[in-house]
């Protein structure tokens, strides 16, 4: 897994690395951005499935998504929120988690593992 710089400059050296098989995984909200429509339009025409998270007004980067969640952003106040987009990803995390729960588990308790070696975290008393 690897995240993108928010810089679009930059953006080239990670398309490079990019093949048929991986996901791009795309958040343009409100006031989209055309880099990002850009990004994904060069991503998908390598192979590259995207997935958008997205406002309900949906931005123009699901031209290019092969899958798109288009969440209710809107509230009462002078801001949007991002209370539900972030309620969303925990909520697609734990599914696919939960779906291959024996390597996720192995691999979180290799990791517990690497911490406790390297001492970077206190044990609770």
Known sequence: MTQIASNSSSWPHY????????????????RYEQEMETLAKIARDRGVEIILFTDQWSSPVAK?????????????????????????????????????WEETHDRMKTLESLFDSTRLFRKPL
């Open 64 to 100: 290019s998504a092969r899958r798109i969640f288009r969440i209710q952003i809107e509230v009462p106040s002078a801001w949007d929120s991002s209370v539900v987009i972030l309620f969303a990803v925990e909520a697609l995390i734990e599914a696919i988690q939960s779906s291959i």
């Open 15 to 30: 398309v490079l690395d990019m093949k048929q098989g991986d996901v791009l995984i795309i958040f343009d909200i409100r």
